[in-house]
């Protein structure tokens, strides 16, 4: 296998070890919104949705961009043997999550109440978002020992934290929101007030968000000092001079992580900015009532839903900003490009099929999941689905930017896309009065909008075209004649059987005829093959059939 292909497949090993996690905790956290979302109902879920936006903020701020970071000043000093170096800024790292985690998690306990009423407009998720705060302080300090991880390459640890957060918790929040939502039923009764229970119940759901937290950091803990001896050998072999104090680590740490935070600050303000106008809007046209159900519905179905796929997309990016980053402080260009080449294209395989996937069979899958309204989210994924390839796009664009180390564009992008996106919902709400298919459209334009803008960026500064045919040309065309056999054979077997039964065939077929499509139109070469259990065995029989005439680059 030549270097190429070798450097190639590493990016995708790595990342792929991230998405499966990510992915297994998407399902597992589907898993759990199901259950959550039958227990607390669509109201409870608009309590919870405004405390959980608001806490991605807050998130943010403190310590979401650490692993990002972290793993980018860890990748560069080990790539150049500065081993001491690397160890002060993971120390260094440390101080920083213990000062703004545990600054923000009393921001947050104290003005819990401002923060519902005031800016969400949800008087009634206090309570959740108060529970939220600790959890601040124990997600800052997670995330600079996944982000240590990560810039040594070692991908596997933050994968089984992950799953084992998300593990506890399903288990802690389910077994908390039914709990807490039975006391609130009670206590309701006796206030008069029918949607305590909801609140209570969503305040439930958030305990598990720290005790998840607590586990992925305890085991984060252990991995870190099982492998503390062989760490402190490289460090005592190290002989570079280390003449860094922990202010100027502190301030390396702010240089690095502020552009991506404002980045994702970006990213997820959306979500804050658009709940808090609906929510308000809703207030001022007379139907204060009704604002929570919707928001439940599109937080917890439509959102939900469409999250999934866009997980292979973090999960890469996560891979390839350390990766990415070394072959930038080496000057190594034409390994640069081919990662970009890789990662972009993976992600497209996938969620272009998964796009169409949503927006076919999103009604069934949504009455399988659910209970309470199915009409609104299907009618939601139908033509909102779409956004998943553009976020999974955008999501990858800056990536790929801050380990070209254009950290400042990310953020001007989003901004822009911010501001274009902010005029639309309101046009939309206003104007058109679209109501909740407002906030659907105006987030999937600001997806668009990042991506556009992150595509023309990477160009300027690497002089780097994405290859249109099998990335996304392909994988676009054998997801049309998979869409056409997954419509007619869901269509016609709902007929005759039960929907559960034709929804689990239809999905069979759809997997089937997209990559049959993928394959026989050569969208997937030898070496993408390569990359799955006995792909080099598949390869020779189509090779053998004719399929493959010549070995593919």
């Known amino acids: 296998m030549s270097d190429k292909k070798k450097i190639a497949k590493g990016i995708v090993v790595q990342g792929s070890i991230l998405a499966i996690a990510g992915i297994l905790c998407r399902v597992i956290g589907i898993a759990r919104r199901v259950p959550l979302t039958n227990i607390i109902g669509d109201i409870g879920n608009g309590y919870y949705a405004a405390a959980y936006e608001f806490y991605s903020i807050i998130l943010i701020l403190s310590s979401y961009s650490l692993p990002a970071a972290v793993s980018k000043l860890i990748a560069q000093r080990q790539s150049r043997g500065q081993y001491k170096k690397m160890q002060k800024v993971f120390q260094g790292a440390l101080l920083f999550a213990i000062i703004s985690g545990g600054f923000f998690s009393l921001i947050v306990f104290i003005f819990a109440d401002f923060f519902s009423t005031t800016i969400m407009g949800e008087a009634m998720s206090t309570m959740a978002m108060r529970v939220l705060a600790p959890t601040i302080f124990v997600v800052a300090l997670m995330a600079v020992f996944r982000g240590y991880f990560q810039g040594l390459g070692i991908m596997h640890f933050t994968a089984f934290s992950q799953l084992l957060e998300q593990i506890i918790l399903v288990i802690v929040s389910l077994s908390a929101a039914k709990l807490l939502f039975g006391v609130g039923t009670k206590y309701g009764n006796l206030m008069m007030n029918e949607n305590y229970a909801s609140a209570l119940g969503a305040a439930g759901a958030t305990i598990g968000c720290g005790v998840g937290a607590l586990a992925g950091l305890l085991l984060m803990i252990y991995f870190y000092m099982h492998n503390k001896n062989a760490i402190e050998r490289r460090v005592i072999a190290d002989t570079s001079k280390n003449r860094d104090t922990f202010l100027d680590v502190l301030i390396l740490i702010l240089r690095t992580a502020i552009p991506m935070i404002l980045c994702s600050v970006m990213y997820n303000i959306c979500g804050v900015v658009d709940q808090s106008v609906f929510n308000h809007h809703m207030i001022k046209i007379g139907e204060e009532d009704i604002k929570s159900f919707y928001w439940g519905v599109y937080s917890g179905k439509y959102k939900l839903m469409i999250t999934l796929p866009i997980a292979l997309a973090n999960a890469m990016c996560s891979a390839i900003i350390p990766s990415l980053t070394a072959s930038i402080e080496n000057k190594d260009y034409v390994s640069a490009r081919s990662k970009m080449a890789t990662v972009i294209r993976v992600t497209m395989i996938i969620s272009i099929p998964a796009a169409f996937g949503l927006a076919i069979l999103g009604k069934p899958i949504i009455s399988l999941l659910f209970k309470g309204e199915i009409d609104l989210a299907a009618i939601m994924l139908l033509y909102g689905s779409i956004s998943v390839v553009f976020f999974s796009l955008s999501t990858l664009g800056n990536g790929i930017l801050q380990g070209l180390n254009k950290l400042k564009t990310p953020v001007l992008n989003s901004l822009i896309a911010f501001v274009l996106h902010f005029l639309a919902l309101l046009l939309m709400l206003k104007v058109f009065k679209w109501g909740i298919h407002s906030v659907v459209i105006a987030n999937l ?100 059939l004719g399929i493959y005439k010549d070995i593919d680059d």
Do not use: C
């Open 445 to 544: 334009l600001f997806a668009v909008f990042v991506s556009a803008l992150n595509h023309f960026a990477i160009y300027r500064t690497i002089a780097y075209k994405q290859e249109i045919k099998q990335t996304f040309l392909i994988p676009l065309i054998s997801s049309v004649i998979m869409g056409v056999f997954t419509f007619l054979s869901y269509f016609l077997l709902s007929k005759v059987v039960d929907y559960r039964i034709a929804l689990f065939v239809a999905m069979g077929i759809a997997i089937v005829i997209y990559f049959t499509s993928l394959v026989l139109l050569k969208g997937v070469n030898e070496y993408d093959l390569s990359l799955i259990p006995f792909g080099s065995k598949i390869y020779a029989v189509l090779h053998k």
